[in-house]
């Protein structure tokens, strides 16, 4: 006959360990420093029953199985137990510290935590807390004691499918969700932290931490490589559920294709992960842009909660990728849609815009414009050309409901002759050489001293530049500069700020695809002269390229964030992208019109919708458009190191 004197269980036969409570009296002690099996805590509640170890999250907590003898349960008992900082008195069982102010901290705010995550709801998928208390200098929490293995020692041995990836995250995100709905950011959710129980159940293991408290920096949480935000690096970060959505985004990439994405440095330093859709066939484009979405490296680009995530996961519409929904973003908040508050009166909806869109339609007359734009043996470019130009025009005529816009793509060999014909010629046209063309043009007096121009940078240095300045409005221009592939050039260093410190000493050669022009222009001789230069340096042939602002795209989209941009020396930046008013004869109303249309696109609306929107190669004169260009771009600041010293030609 056989009693344990943890749980009290009994039996006519002998055993070695109690099948109730586990304890044995033949264990061995596992570790010298910690509490005796047979330990009674929290007057005689909990009896240890032995010591598993130090927790695989955090090692200042050393984990034993204990048996409620309240309850008449097995439970997890956590001990807050710092072995480099403590050790026990004489007793062997009080925490005697030898850096008392520090793990004073570290007591308090695990001791937070846990009572924190006590007041969750009782949910399937997240382990739960029933007990914290104060003993021996130091602080206990009792949890439910779970049987099972770890998602990362799952993945060690299996393979995971979509199936299973859909299964798992469900479970998780339910738990993620009851933690938000206390306003408590997990902070840590990695495999290491997601349990697979028998009986198909999942938990989600860990401790949370308050979103509300205001002085909380999410450099606080714990960081785990490909799982951590990139916010969680820095010092300036609040702890918010952007957190958690990116490591949930995180954890689903990886199920989906077997690999952890790379962490946030990573990302910045070198190109983002493939989308998941291109890795693993089976999985949908419409899950893979969901989970991207949640990886955004931006956290406002984020699902605001678990609950949006679930419903792009679910989602049979198309789902816009990252890149779609940070130029939307962009647009939106340069249109000024963020600002807006819209109030349902009788069903109706009344914004600001609309509001004063109302009011501006009456400044511009009632008439029908025509926009022409010259066509190029570039498939692409046209495709380009067209899209943002007609957005432009979209853009303009839901402020001014009055007037109609027409966009047209002429021929580059009947562009010319077609603007000079009297009978036909447009209100606004894309100029290239042509500054004149039959009847003259408007005066563009009333759009320079417009309020849209004075938001504008270099546009008084462009206006003094010439007479041209009355005939047509240049809305971006393009800035010659040097283009690093970074992995090529061991000698590279980010604190270069121009061509000449850059080339100061280097041997080399740089490659482009006008030797004559970049040769003055950046005093260099050793110039790889080559029409393939673009080509050449995407394939790796080189470490530098000396081109304009126009090539930015071909080369992003190639060596993505590997690109870095020196500007050049020169102060002569020439004008790319510009539209001309048409000829004088038109009638008043559509001159008016016209020219509200240019100072239109002086906006950051129009400035949005021709270089954010159709991807321009020339970069926008509207100040706030090109802080927002440059946020969408990575890397495109590298043009404006020496804008203060801007000269337009």
């Known amino acids: 006959m056989s009693d344990c004197k943890i749980c009290s269980y009994s039996s006519k036969d002998d055993f ?93 705010e695990l001791r937070q935590s846990v009572q924190l995550m006590m007041t969750v709801e009782k949910n399937e998928s997240l382990v739960e807390y029933y007990d914290c208390f104060d003993e021996n200098g130091t602080v206990y929490f009792a949890s439910e004691k779970l049987e099972g293995i770890s998602l990362k020692n799952y993945l060690a041995t299996n393979r995971s499918t979509l199936e299973f990836a859909e299964e798992q995250m469900l479970k998780i995100f339910s738990a993620a969700a009851a933690l938000h709905s206390k306003k408590i950011v997990h902070g840590n959710i990695c495999p290491e932290q997601v349990f697979l129980c028998l009986g198909e159940k999942v938990k989600l293991l860990g401790l949370g931490k308050s979103a509300d408290v205001k002085h909380s920096h999410c450099n606080e949480l714990s960081v785990n490589e490909g799982f951590s935000a990139p916010e969680c690096y820095t010092d300036s970060g609040k702890v918010t559920v952007a957190q958690d959505i990116y490591a949930l985004g995180a954890l689903y990439y990886m199920l989906l294709v077997d690999k952890v994405p790379p962490a946030p440095s990573e990302r910045k330093k070198f190109k983002s992960p493939e989308y998941p859709h291109r890795l693993n066939s089976r999985v949908s484009q419409e899950l893979s842009c969901a989970v991207m979405n949640a ?19 679910n989602s049979k519409k198309p789902v816009k990728t990252v890149e779609e929904r940070a130029r939307q973003r962009r647009i939106l908040k340069l249109s000024g849609i963020y600002g807006v508050m819209a109030l349902l009166v009788g069903g109706t909806v009344v914004t600001g815009i609309m509001m004063a869109a109302k009011n501006r339609v009456e400044k511009v007359p009632e008439c029908k414009l025509t926009l022409w734009y010259k066509l190029t043996d570039d498939v692409e470019t046209n495709e380009r050309k067209k899209y943002m130009y007609s957005l432009a025009a979209d853009g303009f005529m839901q402020e001014f409901s009055t007037v109609k816009i027409t966009v047209t793509g002429i021929d580059a060999s009947k562009y010319e002759k077609e603007l000079n014909n009297s009978k036909k010629q447009p209100n606004i046209f894309e100029y290239d050489e042509y500054s004149t063309v039959n009847g003259g043009q408007l005066t563009l007096n ?204």
């Open 295 to 313: 990886l955004a490296l931006d956290e406002r680009a984020r699902y605001k909660s678990v609950e949006a995530f679930i419903q792009a996961v």
């Open 16 to 108: 070695e360990v109690c099948p109730i409570c586990g304890y044995s009296e033949n264990r061995a002690v596992e570790c010298d420093y910690m509490l005796e099996p047979g330990t009674v805590l929290r007057n005689g509640k909990y009896a240890i029953v032995n010591y598993v170890g130090t927790s695989p999250i955090d090692s200042t907590i050393g984990i034993y199985n204990a048996w409620d003898r309240v309850d008449k349960r097995t439970v997890e008992l956590s001990e807050f137990f710092p072995s480099d900082k403590v050790y026990r008195d004489h007793d062997g069982k009080k925490m005697i510290s030898t850096a008392e102010e520090e793990t004073n901290v570290q007591l308090n």
């Open 446 to 649: 009333k759009l320079y001293s417009s309020k849209e121009a004075k938001e504008c940078m270099y546009l008084k240095e462009i206006k003094d530049s010439g007479d041209q300045w009355e005939y047509y409005l240049p809305v971006g221009f393009k800035v010659p500069a040097i283009f690093v592939n970074t992995d090529l050039a061991e000698d590279y260093k980010d604190t270069v700020k121009n061509s000449r410190e850059l080339f100061n000493g280097y041997s080399g050669s740089v490659l482009t695809d006008d030797s004559n022009k970049f040769s003055n222009l950046l005093n260099v001789k050793d110039l790889n002269g080559s029409q393939d230069a673009l080509a050449l340096f995407r394939e790796g042939q080189e470490p530098y390229l000396a081109a304009d602002s126009v090539n930015y795209f071909e080369c992003f989209d190639k060596l993505r964030t590997k690109l870095k941009i020196v500007s050049c020396d020169s102060d002569v930046i020439p004008c790319e992208t510009g539209l001309a008013l048409g000829a004088i004869s038109k009638s008043s109303k559509e001159n008016r019109a016209s020219l509200r249309f240019l100072q239109y696109m002086l906006s950051s609306e129009g400035q949005t919708n021709i270089h954010i929107s159709g991807k321009s190669g020339s970069i926008p004169l509207n100040s706030e458009s090109f802080d927002e260009y440059a946020e969408v771009f990575p890397n495109y600041e590298g043009f404006f190191n020496n804008k203060d010293c801007y000269v337009f030609e």
